[in-house]
């Protein structure tokens, strides 16, 4: 039975204040020991680590940047720059009409796998057939393989869902190896799943539900109950730097970034936004396109112009960057959706989507948060196709083959939606 609910749709705004942060993250140069032992500029040390963009570490403070202990530290050898650890939030951007179901979901929900212009319509406005990401027909080509992970970098992943427990990447010496050991010697105990960067353990539980709905579009089961994701085959590798409120910081987005190129990830998924650019953060990203994964980033739900207001990550300017705005089923820009002529790469489906959720249930919700995944699961079935394709020549790909409806002009670089099978086919 459905139940329908007028709820508050979850997704991140691009909009979260510069004032909000906890900290300050400090790159170190290679070898320092200056935060090893306890400082003598008066700081408490919170965090150290190393990865492959460098040696951080986060230091508590309230006080100013232009503060006379800062200019010390800023100015030491070893240190090559101090920036604010900022905060970003999960926020409510618009009251949709949202149903929260069972084990009665059907596929014929999923306007934006196969819209029919009668599943995709809301209370002010009607659905357009054909405006969806044409999954049938890419489905002929490739459903993705078991070899492509996609990292999801959340609020973690509910990695017992039914739809979504067979899909998920497994750290297979952590698996069959010995509780809190770290088996394989990656730096991180117990990390079958992925890791939780909030409470610093290795399960990714999500406790919020935005991760699970992500996951879920990008890889729900095809097995003929609840829903359908991009992918049938995939496996889905579980990130929890957002905590149960919704919020989490730069650097445990950064070490979250880390730990999916540590791990092999092909696609880092990234439905959330804010705060003011970041070199750390930009320097993680490279780190990644280094290593040949696609990161795939929602524009921001302010409806705000990204030419104009750059939202991060989206707007970081690194060859595996893809900027993905939110488009309804009517085949318009979905009034929240940020946009930008220079700045956002492609539109996906982003009203009312239908996905998983926390405690085996599924919901709608709307968001250039639910866009980007959809996004995430195409650069998949891209991967499975195509395994050897820089990040760059991904993004040109997608691009490339963008479908043009005359309603997204001037709201992207490519004024199109994305389309699985034109994408595949063009290879």
Not at 360 to 368: A, E, L, P, V
Request: glycine fraction near 10%.
């Amino acid at each position: 039975m459905k139940i329908t609910s007028l709820l508050m749709s979850l997704c991140v705004l691009s909009s979260v204040s510069a004032a909000e942060f906890n900290g300050y993250i400090v790159k170190l140069k290679k070898g320092s020991s200056l935060l090893s032992e306890k400082s003598s500029l008066g700081f408490e040390k919170v965090q150290e680590f190393s990865g492959k963009t460098g040696h951080f570490a986060v230091i508590k403070s309230d006080l100013d940047l232009s503060n006379k202990s800062f200019g010390e530290l800023k100015n030491h050898p070893d240190v090559e720059y101090i920036e604010p650890n900022y905060i970003y939030k999960i926020s409510p951007v618009s009251a949709d009409e949202v149903a929260s179901l069972a084990t009665d979901a059907k596929y014929g929900d999923q306007w934006a796998l196969k819209n029919t212009g009668k599943n995709s319509g809301g209370w002010f406005s009607s659905g357009k057939a054909g405006e969806d990401v044409n999954a049938e027909k890419a489905w002929e080509i490739s459903k993705g393989s078991r070899d492509v992970v996609v990292a999801v970098i959340d609020t973690g992943v509910d990695h017992s869902h039914n739809d979504l427990k067979n899909q998920m990447w497994t750290n297979d010496a952590e698996l069959n190896g010995q509780p809190g050991v770290d088996d394989d010697g990656n730096g991180f105990v117990d990390d079958i799943y992925g890791y939780d960067f909030v409470n610093n353990d290795g399960d990714p539980m999500d406790d919020h539900a935005h991760g699970t709905h992500c996951a879920g579009v990008i890889g729900a089961s095809h097995d003929g109950q609840g829903i359908m994701g991009v992918m049938a085959n995939v496996k889905i590798m579980g990130l929890k730097f957002l905590s149960k409120s919704g919020s989490g910081e730069t650097i445990d987005a950064i070490r979250s970034i880390e730990y999916a190129i540590q791990m092999g990830a092909d696609v880092m998924s990234n439905s959330w936004g804010g705060g003011e650019e970041s070199q750390a953060l930009k320097e993680a990203i490279e780190k990644a396109n280094e290593a040949g994964i696609i990161f795939v980033a929602a524009a921001g739900n302010s409806s705000a112009n990204n030419d104009r207001t750059a939202s991060f990550p989206a707007n970081y300017d690194v060859p595996n960057v893809i900027s993905v705005g939110a488009m309804g089923g009517n085949g318009k820009k979905a009034s929240f959706s940020n946009y930008g002529a220079s700045s956002v790469h492609v539109f996906a489906p982003g009203v009312n989507i239908l996905s998983t959720v926390t405690n085996n249930r599924y919901q709608k919700m709307s968001g250039t948060s639910m866009a980007a995944p959809y996004v995430s699961g195409l650069m998949g079935l891209l991967k499975t196709e195509a395994p050897n394709m820089s990040p760059a020549e991904a993004r040109e790909v997608l691009m490339r083959s963008t479908v043009k409806n005359g309603l997204l002009d001037r709201t992207s670089i490519t004024e199109g939606r994305v389309d699985a099978y034109e994408l595949l086919r063009s290879l």
